[in-house]
């Protein structure tokens, strides 16, 4: 074992030859055996479009398989919300999903969904870091494919029917396909390529898909469907002749939107037209939850239609079980991530951007056209978020003193506003009087500080965000990339 695993806000990722690699993927699947010894189900494995991911698909079955374990191996690369609804549909024990997600190309890592289909909680993970020290001591048990073959432990199985039949059952798929919508879907050469298509058929609605093929090194794209990376597709968009823009990340479990206009619709305000969507048009009635980083506008809708809302820390390991806990109808979190009941609690990029499809169709209004009215039940929102990088190498470290010195010298005032109220257990997040609020965090995926703000201006949120990295001396830390 070369570097220390941990699995972070989702999984574990690294740099593939560097600690991603055969050795560190076969312990950490021999720790899944163990964590699942006990448990006669099938295990889930599949994987996305990343360099050799199949190949380290193959090592985690051989493992499984190698301790006994039942494993349904994905025969060819899918989304892991399609992973997710597998793991649910073939009452499965679990499932292992080989991505590193929206990271750049020299990532790769595993996701562990237990047997609901949403992230691990910290209790589960603690666990799997804890079979991972025994797995470490032990070595890994595992067998040849051919073995594996012969004694029926490893099936092969395109999950991609099954998975298409459930988003039917939440999207009017007729519906949409029949309105003349014409689509442009941005897979960002990641999982999702086809399945928008797939799933709207061959009816009045067109979908025009680019980077549709396989390109393990994204074509040079960082695949993380934000406005910085999707210039293509919003070039594509302000030349005119398209509804919508559905943009996927490498693992299809985020959304971005761009609107008929190119005009990118930011990941906050994806998370309140949704909300306005299941509480206004589709009248569903229960909870709301969203992460500490996500909109206020949740909050003002959840008023407004006499619903309650939820904050969590970052991460679907923390919004999917308060989702199941409260039977809610919509979990979301600022990166893009959206996870809707009667689904999996976890996130589904492709269900959630068709949903966006439905939506302008049951309003009969574009997608600027949504956002305004939005605008007329909540008021202006405006939002941006800062990432500070920094070196991988002693990232763990640098966050606890970090922290630590915060504690001890926290803010009384910010960009000459009160703090009315802070929040300390996920970084240090505080809440204006006025509604407004600034945060700040490391990510629990890449060596990063991550600096937020959502205020009604855009020079609020300026000011905010300013004023706390003057306050912390962020200013010349690292290169800093600008999200808005």
Partial sequence: MTTEVHFGTDGWRGIVADDFTYENVRLVAQSVALYLASDKRSIVVGHDTRYCAELFATEVARVLAGNGHSVVLLDRPVPTPVVSWTVVEQKAAGGVMVTASHNPPEFNGLKYKPDYGGSASPEITAELEKQLVVAQRNGARMVTME????????????????????????????????????????????????????????????????????????????????????????????????????????????????????????????????????????????ALVRSLTSTSMMDKLGERFGVDVHETMVGFKYIGPKMMELDAILGAEESGGFAFRGHIPERDGILAGLLIAQMAVDYGLSVSGLVKHLESLVGPHRYARHDIRLEREGYGEKKEKFYQKLRSEMPQEIAGRKIARTRTDDGFKFYMADGSWVLVRFSGTEPLIRVYSEAPSQEQVGELMSSLEEFLQLGVAAPVEVHA
């Fill in 147 to 286: 073995e594996a073959r012969a004694s029926h432990l490893v099936a092969m199985l395109d999950p991609v029917p099954a998975y298409v039949a459930q988003i039917g059952r939440i999207v009017d798929v007729p519906r949409v396909s029949a309105a003349g919508l014409s689509i442009l879907h941005e897979p960002m050469y990641g999982a999702g390529q086809g399945l928008v298509a797939r799933v709207l058929g061959q009816g009045k609605t067109t979908v025009t898909e680019i980077h549709g093929e396989r390109n393990p090194g994204f074509g040079g794209l960082h695949p993380e469907p934000i406005d910085r990376y999707m210039s293509e597709a919003m070039a594509k968009m302000k030349a005119g002749g398209f509804d919508l823009c559905i943009a996927n990340d490498g693992d299809a479990d985020r959304v971005g939107i761009i609107d008929e206009n190119g005009q990118f619709i930011n990941q906050l305000q994806v998370a309140a037209l949704l909300s306005m969507y299941l509480l206004e048009k589709r009248q569903m009635k229960g």
